[in-house]
């Protein structure tokens, strides 16, 4: 097992932050990679900044780009336009290559959120071709599943690799999506780590809300505050040979109400005192 572990940061986990605030707050709490959405890129290139001056702000604070996130347009769905993913359904794949051909990535997420029409042999066949296409952009595409989506749990998105069977598509294990759909701390230990694309990192409360969609968006907990035991599932995780970097990604309205700088430092505070738990070093 590998002792160093790269962490990075998802955006999300700052909403209160633009572009530059981001990429600041990230390296100077020592995090060595952040998440884009598609929102955050567009709203560097209107507040003025240039696809170059974001590519230096990213090499000014020694980050590099781990994951674009979420590719949620790639599957016809009948999407509710208060769904909370609707905003991220107007970016087409094209958007995601050319932040990837400016700015890098390791992988390309993608969600289904809301029902298709296309059968599962269709899923299967755009995957495969988005696979390939994503190849060529130097991305791995990952997929990420949600408890309220027809790919709810990790069971599931094990089930649709193996389907796909295509070398450039694996999984995005979201730690907070696992536990609300049912998951353990076990399951994570036995997957196989080639078949694993990302990890993002969190903890959830002991007592879900009545509103999976609003405790996702608002709720999530640092790592090792919540039920979720964050260190047996990093030993779990790191255990199984999974060295993809851990990102954390925690949406939660106390870290929104803080400083960009002061939020970035306990997420990495959190997720470092959890790694020296497991009796890791980071």
Avoid at 22 to 30: H, I, Q, T
Avoid at 95 to 106: H, K, S
Avoid at 188 to 195: G, I
Wanted: charge should be negative; glycine fraction near 8%; aromatic fraction near 8%.
């Amino acid at each position: 097992m590998s002792t160093s572990t790269p962490l990075g940061l998802c955006c999300g986990s700052l909403v209160q932050a633009d572009f530059r605030g981001l990429a600041e707050a990230a390296g100077s709490a020592g995090f060595q990679s952040i998440s884009l959405w598609p929102t955050l890129y567009q709203g560097g290139l209107d507040s003025g900044l240039s696809a170059q001056d974001m590519r230096n702000i990213l090499d000014d604070n020694g980050l590099y780009i781990s994951e674009l996130d979420p590719l949620s347009s790639w599957l016809p769905t009948d999407l509710d336009p208060n769904d909370m993913a609707a905003v991220f359904h107007a970016f087409t794949e094209d958007d995601f290559y050319r932040i990837a051909d400016t700015l890098g990535g390791l992988t390309l997420n993608i969600i289904q959120q809301g029902k298709t029409s296309a059968s599962d042999e269709q899923r299967l066949d755009l995957i495969r071709a988005l696979c390939d296409r994503a190849h060529s952009h130097q991305l791995k595409v990952s997929v990420e599943f949600l408890p309220w989506s027809d790919i709810g749990s990790l069971n599931q998105a094990q089930a649709l690799v193996a389907s796909v069977a295509h070398p450039n598509f694996g999984i995005n294990i979201d730690t907070w999506h696992h536990f609300r759909s049912g998951g353990t701390v076990e399951q994570l230990s036995q997957v196989d780590p080639a078949t694993i694309a990302a990890v993002q990192f969190n903890d959830v409360a002991a007592q879900p809300w009545d509103s999976l969609l609003e405790e996702t968006s608002m709720g999530r907990l640092l790592p090792g505050k919540g039920c979720s035991d964050s260190a047996a599932v990093y030993s779990a995780l790191r255990g199984a040979g999974v060295g993809v970097p851990y990102n954390i990604e925690v949406f939660s309205a106390e870290l929104m109400a803080l400083p960009a700088a002061e939020a970035a430092r306990q997420l990495a505070q959190s997720m470092n005192q959890v790694i020296q738990q497991a009796g890791q070093v980071g």
